[in-house]
């Protein structure tokens, strides 16, 4: 299984909602991630796990919270969004953090805040 | 800091044409590039990566790419395109700062003329 697996695929929300994107991975990855991808443009990193403690957090509002309730599992709660949030986030894994590791993207979820 | 460039937003290829996507870095040390591709509404996949082991990487798909420490350059390569490989290519550079990050170059978007 060399999948990363994000649910749901598609998601539209009001700016006063609450929602979770979750991702999902049992290749044994230790390293997780969450990436945020405008249209047209590159992924940018939000928030890196490693051995389910957050690593990286790249001055991301709290708004985004991320967790990692284990080794497999990692989750984006997300709370009273802006328009602006609309975009790709994706979920990736990796087997470490090394500088050359490669890492496993799932396909996504489509988040529209209205 | 470690960059990369990727030269053309957009290049256009006839079908069995060669395709040259070009990807310029910019570090200081030794660097861990990587060249990735996503399909529309997608996640991304690993085409290849070079980790100073060879300076010609062979890929999925068909595809590789030469590092070029004089020029500064990962060029990724295919010598005759399929129609299947009209997509959005990035090419990244992995650091570390705590944990592994991936920085994208902006994309370079490839149509496949029949």
């Known amino acids: 299984d060399t999948e990363v697996t994000q649910t749901p695929k598609h998601l539209v929300m009001g700016m006063t909602n609450k929602k979770s994107l979750k991702c999902e991975q049992h290749m044994g990855h230790r390293a997780m991630y969450w990436y945020k991808q405008k249209a047209k443009k590159p992924p940018e990193l939000m928030f890196v796990y490693s051995y389910e403690k957050l690593s990286i957090n790249e001055s991301v509002p709290s708004r985004f919270s991320p967790e990692c309730p284990n080794s497999s599992l990692l989750n984006l709660h997300l709370h009273a969004l802006q328009p602006e949030d609309s975009a790709l986030y994706l979920c990736?894994?990796?087997?470490?953090?090394?500088?050359?590791?490669?890492?496993?993207f799932g396909q996504g979820t489509r988040l529209t805040v209205v | 800091a470690q960059s990369v460039t990727q030269l053309g937003s957009h290049v256009s290829v006839s079908e069995g044409a060669l395709v040259l996507l070009r990807c310029n870095y910019s570090s200081s040390v030794p660097p861990y590039l990587f060249w990735y591709v996503q399909y529309p509404n997608q996640g991304l996949q690993l085409l290849l990566k070079y980790t100073s082991a060879a300076t010609l990487v062979k890929g999925i798909n068909g595809f590789e790419a030469e590092f070029k420490k004089s020029e500064t350059s990962f060029h990724l390569t295919k010598p005759s395109a399929h129609m299947s490989d009209a997509a959005e290519y990035f090419c990244?550079?992995?650091?570390?700062?705590?944990?592994?990050?991936?920085?994208f170059g902006q994309g370079t978007r490839l149509t496949i003329n029949p």
């Open positions: 990736a894994s990796s087997q470490r953090t090394g500088v050359n590791a490669e890492a496993f």
């Open positions: 990244a550079v992995s650091i570390i700062q705590g944990a592994q990050k991936l920085v």
